[in-house]
């Protein structure tokens, strides 16, 4: 069974770079979409971006400036990085497996499962 | 402002049928399937239904989903206490290069 443990530091001034990593344990790393999404306190769920194991990344137009996702497959485990955060960044991360394809009769079939235990990151002067 | 349109509340008493609605547009699930995700507190969200209205193994078939057009529903049956949670649809959106896109969440409360 597939389990991600993911951590980093949870507590970051403003201006300052957001750095989480997240290990795979127990299945495959080829195959699926590795993702970040994050919930603001109270609120609800925003998708960071995603990469495959050989590197292939794809962003939140929203976050794309500030995000880089990166991957090691020699250790199963993918990380992010968010530059120049704000209050407004203070969330709980998750990492999560994505698997998407594509039919020409139902479009883009993909899913999250499953998912991290979450990381509580604050920033605050 | 999500992508995604969800009521931000339901409730029901136990036993009762209770529909959670997903309102997107032709970029998403107008043209992709939906997924549904439970988040009950103080955890990570679980997938709950994927491909418009497939289950996963270990979710009880009192949980069903639809889509028709731009939008999708999720369905619990048999209301039970446990199901208190906050669901979110998810799809993914093909405009600007492509990208996950969620629903704000609609918090169901077991009366």
């Known amino acids: 069974q597939v389990q991600l443990q993911q951590w980093g530091a949870g507590l970051l001034k403003p201006s300052e770079t957001l750095s989480l990593t997240c290990a795979v344990y127990?299945?495959?790393?080829?195959?699926?979409?590795w993702s970040w999404i994050r919930q603001p306190p109270g609120k609800g769920l925003e998708w960071i971006g995603e990469i495959n194991h050989s590197g292939s990344t794809n962003y939140n137009p929203s976050l794309k400036s500030r995000v880089t996702i990166s991957v090691d497959t020699s250790k199963n485990q993918f990380s992010l990085k968010l530059s120049s955060v704000t209050a407004a960044d203070t969330a709980v991360y998750y990492c999560?497996?994505?698997?998407?394809?594509?039919?020409?009769?139902?479009?883009?079939?993909?899913?999250?499962?499953?998912w991290g235990q979450g990381t509580l990151v604050t920033v605050s002067s | 402002q999500s992508v995604l349109t969800q009521p931000p509340s339901a409730s029901g008493t136990p036993g009762q049928r209770v529909t959670i609605s997903c309102s997107g547009s032709s970029s998403n699930i107008g043209s992709n399937t939906v997924n549904w995700y439970q988040q009950l507190p103080g955890t990570a969200p679980k997938l709950l239904i994927y491909?418009?209205?497939q289950r996963p193994s270990g979710v009880p078939d009192r949980f069903s989903g639809s889509k028709s057009g731009t939008s999708a529903s999720l369905a619990i049956s048999g209301l039970q206490s446990e199901d208190e949670a906050d669901y979110y649809c998810a799809a993914w959106d093909d405009s600007l290069n492509g990208h996950w896109v969620f629903g704000g969440g609609t918090k169901l409360t077991v009366l």
């Open positions: 999560a497996r994505g698997l998407k394809s594509y039919s020409s009769s139902s479009g883009l079939r993909g899913w999250f499962d499953p």
């Open positions: 491909s418009n209205n």
């Open positions: 127990g299945g495959s790393f080829s195959g699926y979409y």
